[in-house]
């Protein structure tokens, strides 16, 4: 019988399934039963990510799991690694395509950590994407390193066998009304063992838990030993929010603490629970095909005021002395002569699909009209990624109450190309 991979790459909207007796294809892919069975786990112990990856019951491949617009690495307690890439304007499905255009989406994220990817990471044909980001974190562990490693005072108390600090009188009453030789005291002690540290050393022994790479691991080991009188963080919550790399005598810990996030801070990302997971960073391609086109339309229009998820408006502008049901474009884009309103969305429509409007939501189209109104804008845009079904921009509507003009139009996410009118 042909053994399971460990390291299984697919794309968005493919589906996974564990019934041996069914060959794979291109879009539906082989895992062991014990893999299907935590991902399965994992999907129900997370409500919020129904919608993103369904559970089917089919008749040919029985039980099976369809990713959706999730994308980046899983890796299930049985160490398999799933990453899941997003699709691109391409009749077949380029994986190495695929990979590049997801690091440049993930560069340009705000606040990014992933602002390091180079050209040489994107080579990299068949190493893991997880491993170059724990390569990334790797070496800005090693530049605080290099630096010097933040240590402060840290207060402690303790009971002990004789006078020295400041002693704690009511304390060392309650604590030794009976052992008179004993001394309840506070004293202060300059030490490594910060919030920044713990952390840092938290994440490494993830890291190695995680990481296949026999370079990272033995980085991994050199940088515990470094950290070896720093204790491990027992309240990640608390050490996050004590953590200060606003001061410019710390200003190297930056780019680290960005990273260390990404692996143990989980706001951006979904929750995963450590039954069933080792590790599960997914993001949601809307999220990063949104923020990744703002950005190009600032980089290609650069004479024009952009301003992202603009609330200037309200649909209802006075009920009870309240603005009611917020208007949230994407992108309000200005100059002198107009003003344009743009929503992004991530989905495929069909240009040749005219009997089901293109596949285009009516509640997108009376969002853009009340778009087009309330900014008293010509022009409003729908846009969608270019794919095999959508490869030129759809012939204007015409909103007749309102004089304005919606265009669909195609962002190519490989040529980075769109055209606005």
């Known amino acids: 019988m042909k053994k399971m991979s460990k390291h299984l790459v697919i794309s968005e909207y493919d589906y996974l399934y564990h019934n041996k007796d069914v060959e794979p294809n291109k879009n539906h892919h082989l895992v062991d039963a014990s893999t299907f069975w935590y991902i399965k786990k994992y999907v129900e112990e ?25 994308v980046w690495v899983l890796q299930t307690k049985d160490d398999v690694v799933i990453e899941i890439l997003p699709k691109v304007h391409r009749a077949e499905w380029d994986e ?30 068949k190493f893991p994407i997880i491993e170059i980001f724990i390569e990334l974190f790797l070496k800005e562990v090693d530049t605080v390193l290099k630096a010097w490693i933040k240590k402060d005072y840290i207060s402690h108390q303790n009971n002990l066998w004789y006078l020295k600090w400041k002693l704690l009188v009511g304390e060392n009453i309650r604590q030794n009304i009976v052992n008179k030789e004993r001394f309840y005291v506070q004293y202060d002690v300059f030490t490594e063992d910060v919030p920044e540290n713990r952390l840092i050393k938290t994440c490494l022994q993830y890291l190695q838990k995680c990481s296949r790479s026999l370079k990272n691991q033995k980085k991994i080991k050199e940088f515990l030993f470094v ?9 990640l919550k608390k050490d996050f929010s004590m953590c200060n790399t ?11 603490m960005k990273r260390v996030s990404l692996f143990l801070d ?17 993001f949601p391609m809307e999220f990063l095909f949104e923020n990744y086109v703002a950005y190009q339309l600032k980089s290609q229009f650069p004479k024009r005021q952009h301003k992202t998820q603009d609330r200037a ?20 884009m200005r100059n002198d002569q107009k003003t ?17 409007k293109y596949d285009i939501s009516q509640s997108d189209m009376y969002q853009l009209f009340a778009y087009a109104k309330k900014y008293n804008s010509d022009a409003v845009y729908l846009i969608y990624p270019r794919s095999s079904n959508f490869t030129q921009d759809l012939p204007s509507f015409q909103f007749q109450e309102w004089k304005s003009s919606l265009y669909v139009v195609g962002y190519d996410l490989i040529e980075d190309r769109i055209t606005l009118y």
């Open 266 to 282: 989980k706001k951006s990302i979904v929750n995963f629970h450590w039954d069933y997971m080792s590790l599960a960073l997914l």
């Open 246 to 256: 606003t001061s410019r005598l710390q200003h190297h810990y930056i780019e680290v």
């Open 313 to 332: 408006y309200s649909l209802v502008e006075n009920h009870r002395w309240k603005r009611i049901f917020q208007m949230k474009p994407d992108i309000v």
């Open 340 to 356: 344009l309103v743009l929503d992004t969305k991530r989905k495929m429509i069909n240009e040749n699909s005219i009997e089901k």
């Open 96 to 125: 190495q395509l695929s990979k590049r255009v997801f690091l440049k989406m993930l560069k340009k994220l705000m606040q990014s950590p992933f602002k390091h990817i180079n050209e040489a990471h994107l080579q990299r044909k």
């Open 46 to 70: 997370n409500n919020q990510l129904n919608e993103f990856i369904t559970l089917w019951s089919k008749k040919l491949y029985k039980d099976t799991i369809q990713v959706k617009n999730y």
């Open 227 to 235: 950290f070896d009188e720093v204790w491990i963080s027992r309240n």
